[in-house]
């Protein structure tokens, strides 16, 4: 079926439509021998200029009718209507689930369906009859759908009712977190799904169709590999992930992806479904922004003059010294100082968030340990030990919240290496097409794409969380990381990167 391209048609405006009446009308008068007056105010311009509006609704209408007949830009409806041609549906939302870990005085016996409120009043209940005693527990299900329902771990629930004797009135999320709810697809999940359909044909339990099926089972799986015999002839693995920062689907949902392709491909005996094994790593990226206006720049980079880390000064968090002191690594030494009244930001790995301080005094140089050490305001509220300081920008968070984007589309790893199961083993779709999964020059280019005032940015770490060692005399030793290792055997989830602690320090 041959889809009609939007960007090739001619759609006239206004004011060439009513050029194109008034050129017709010259022309006929000038073969009867005849001089047509369409100068503006005319009665032939003012005819002309009053058929060409209302041709131009017209226009416009068909303008707006044809991109909905296109995969590319249909919305609502009618992408609907195109998806469910092919098959394509929008997903439903899901509930979540989770575990959480009961509070009682003895043994207590909590029925299926015991409710219990979350902190932003999402509803929780029992899946089944549990006798619990003091910190057991128990599996709990949202009552209502969507990503409202997830919860972290360390929140507080509150049971609905005090019947349940022995039980305490609040309980506590545990394991990592209640996870799983997910919206119904917006247009763009939608139309990324009917284009995959489109672009891979999915015919006979092939890789395509097995892939195309497991992500059509819930809105919760964000992202879905196959790996066609992985583990020998005959058997296929399909791996899932959510398209959640934290990446990996709980047990239900890839259960049930499990049950589906199995459902759907009853023939095949050797069936492994996976979520996936996040390996987190650390990230600083090098910048070239444009100097603030009072230094004689463009404006709207970096908010000082000499932005401080650069690059080579790593910019590593030692120590807290106290409670505003902070002990950063500086390999760099003197060469690139901090001063006083410079703006710095640390990104909390952990939690997502972006803070911001001013360095509050004039930092002392310690060359035996080849450290700064200096106070900031506002006092920190968590512990930046082992984290990257950032120099400040304007648009810091934006750079932040696009390359944690970006981060969240990598996809899973190969499988295996083995030369007697490759290439029918790589995964499915491959990197080249879709979901790389290293850490690359694309993420960066994309990064530039959103954010048009960095002139220039590369990588300056990709390591293993943990592995910085600020070694003295300069330089420190760490263990890169760009991209996933591969799984002690083909039968082990692949492995997936996802982003730890981030820093941007200037060129």
């Known amino acids: 079926m041959a889809l009609p391209t939007v960007g090739e048609s001619n759609y006239p405006t206004p004011d060439e439509l009513r050029d194109a009446i008034l050129r017709q009308i010259k022309l006929a008068f000038q073969r009867r021998g005849l001089l047509a007056n369409v100068l503006p105010g005319s009665d032939h311009y003012i005819t002309a200029d009053a058929i060409a509006s209302r041709l131009a609704l017209v226009v416009a209408n068909n303008q707006i009718a044809l991109e909905q007949q296109s995969p590319l830009t249909a919305t609502g409806d009618d992408l609907d209507q195109i998806a469910g041609v092919y098959g394509v549906v929008r997903r ?45 527990e128990i599996l709990v299900q949202s009552l209502e759908a969507g990503t409202g329902a997830n919860l972290d771990a360390g929140a507080i629930l509150t049971w609905e009712s005090a019947s349940v004797g022995n039980l305490i009135q609040t309980c506590t999320v545990s394991g990592s977190g209640i996870t799983g709810g997910a919206d119904t697809d917006t247009d763009e999940e939608l139309r990324e799904r009917l284009i995959d359909r489109l672009s891979f044909t999915a015919v006979g339990g092939n890789a395509a169709f097995v892939q195309q099926l497991a992500e059509g089972v819930s809105a919760a799986v964000g992202d879905a590999w196959v790996y066609s015999a992985a583990r020998g002839p005959g058997s296929y693995d399909v791996a899932v992930a959510s398209a959640e920062p934290s990446r990996v689907l709980a047990t239900s949902v890839v259960n049930s992806v499990a049950s589906a392709v199995a459902g759907e491909l009853p023939g095949h005996t050797s069936l492994n479904c996976t979520t996936v094994v996040t390996e987190p790593v650390d990230v600083v990226l090098a910048a070239q922004l444009p100097l603030p206006q009072f230094a004689g720049g463009a404006g709207g980079g970096w908010l000082d003059a000499n932005p401080w880390p650069r690059n080579g000064d790593r910019g590593f968090v030692v120590a807290v010294t106290g409670t505003l002191g902070l002990r950063v690594y500086s390999p760099a030494g003197t060469a690139a100082a901090p001063i006083k009244g410079q703006k710095i930001a640390i990104y909390e790995g952990s939690t997502g968030i972006l803070h911001r301080f001013t360095i509050s005094n004039t930092p002392a140089f310690i060359a035996p340990s080849q450290v700064w050490d200096f106070d900031i305001f506002p006092q920190p509220t968590f512990d930046p030990t082992g984290h990257y300081v950032s120099a400040d920008a304007q648009n810091l968070q934006d750079y932040v919240d696009t390359f944690v984007a970006e981060t969240v589309k990598l996809g899973a790893g190969e499988k295996s290496d083995s030369p007697d199961l490759l290439p029918r083993a790589l995964r499915f779709p491959a990197p080249d097409f879709s979901d790389p999964p290293a850490l690359t020059s694309v993420i960066l280019s994309r990064v530039l794409t959103e954010q048009p005032e960095i002139l220039d940015i590369s990588y300056a770490l990709r390591i293993v969380p943990g592995s910085f060692v600020p070694t003295v005399p300069p330089p420190p030793t760490f263990q890169l990381r760009t991209g996933p290792s591969l799984p002690p055997t083909p039968a082990d989830p692949p492995r997936i990167l996802t982003l730890n602690n981030f820093a941007i320090v200037s060129v």
């Open 92 to 136: 439903p939302a899901t509930q979540s689930e989770g575990f959480v870990k009961v509070s009682t005085v003895g043994i207590a016996i909590i029925p299926a369906g015991f409710q219990a409120v979350g902190p932003g009043g999402s509803k929780f209940a029992t899946v089944s009859v549990n006798t619990v005693t003091n910190n057991d």
